[in-house]
T-cell receptor, first 113, second 114 residues
């Protein structure tokens, strides 16, 4: 699985958009980009994933560059409850292959009032 | 609540004792995963099951660790002869066969070995 690089920490003002970058320059053609987050003392929570097109759901938007070497997770209106560690993971999403998620250090996002 | 549940949430034990954790996955999820997380680190994969079959084990899973999923539903993770280095959060996750990388995590069991 490709490795990812994320900044260790970021701050964001409440109500503003939080843009969390991730580099995955060694991603292969059949690997997806996944984002999970982990609020303090809880288990990780799935946010969103994508292959090459931009994706949006009720939680966030995922922007993947055309060369797929980097992506950005966007929380459009960050709230205090979005304070968490955000993990960018590159993985195969093929049944009977992959299975385990390889977590890095993630980005610790602090949303401030 | 139909999410992944884990029991107990906290366990304090003395070095050398055996401990067992239980995980109940989301129903109809045929894959179940165990991860371990130490302070300040991301979760590390330990092992996973597809139904009752244990398909992969990390080298982190020493001989003192054993996991089972006897009927393809709940799973147990046992640690024998615990060591202080085993102190960590043990996380369980489950996923559906059609989207194995979208994993749903439980709240974890925090183990403290004195």
């Amino acid at each position: 699985d490709a490795k990812t690089t994320q900044p260790p920490s970021m701050d964001c003002a409440e109500g503003r958009a939080a843009n969390l970058p991730c580099n995955h320059s060694t991603i292969s053609g059949n690997e997806y980009v996944y984002w999970y987050r982990q609020i303090h003392s809880q288990g990780p929570q799935y946010i969103i994933h994508g292959l090459k097109n931009n994706e949006t759901n009720e939680m966030a938007s995922l922007i993947i560059t055309e060369d797929r070497k980097s992506s950005t997770l966007i929380l459009p209106h960050a709230t205090l409850r979005d304070t968490a560690v955000y993990y960018c993971i590159v993985s195969h999403a093929i049944y009977n292959q992959g299975g385990k998620l390889i977590f890095g250090q993630g980005t610790e996002l602090s949303v401030k009032p | 609540d139909t999410g992944v549940s884990q029991d107990p949430r906290h366990k304090i034990t003395k070095r050398g004792q055996n401990v067992t954790f239980r995980c109940d996955p989301i129903s109809e999820h045929n894959r179940l995963y165990w991860y371990r997380q130490t302070l300040g680190q991301g979760p590390e994969f330990l092992t996973y099951f597809q139904n009752e079959a244990q398909l992969e084990k990390s080298r982190l899973l020493s001989d003192r660790f054993s996991a089972e999923r006897p009927k393809g539903s709940f799973s147990t993770l046992e640690i024998q002869r615990t060591e202080q280095g085993d102190s960590a959060m043990y996380l369980c996750a489950s996923s559906h066969r059609q989207n194995t990388d979208t994993q749903y995590f439980g709240p974890g069991t925090r183990l403290t070995v004195l």
